[in-house]
């Protein structure tokens, strides 16, 4: 293999990783404050129940977002191969 060959990598920017991270980590949070809540207001004792409604309802947000994230950073990293390419069925072929 020669030195000056260019190795493609399907790899997102950095950029792009921390920001989807930091989306997960947001919607987790966020998710979990809403489950527990929501399940706090209908139980009228004070038993484990608000905890895991809070902890299913951050599996579930962080989940939601973390497919959207993966989503969306596989079309970004189809965007670019489209435009350094130019031609719009390159990213399904693959590049030789």
Do not use: Y
């Given at each position: ?80 191969t489209i435009q ?13």
């Amino acid at each position: 293999m020669a030195d000056d060959a260019h190795l493609d990598s399907a790899v997102p920017p950095a950029t792009a990783r921390v920001l989807a991270f930091a989306a997960i980590v947001v919607a987790g949070i966020c998710g979990g404050l809403i489950g527990w809540k929501f399940t706090a207001l209908q139980v009228e004792d004070q038993s484990f129940l608000p905890g895991l409604g809070g902890f299913i309802g951050a599996v579930i947000a962080a989940g939601g977002v973390a497919v959207v994230a993966v989503l969306v950073m596989r079309a970004m990293g189809e965007w670019n191969t489209i435009q350094e390419t130019g031609d719009p069925a390159a990213a399904r072929r693959g590049r030789s």
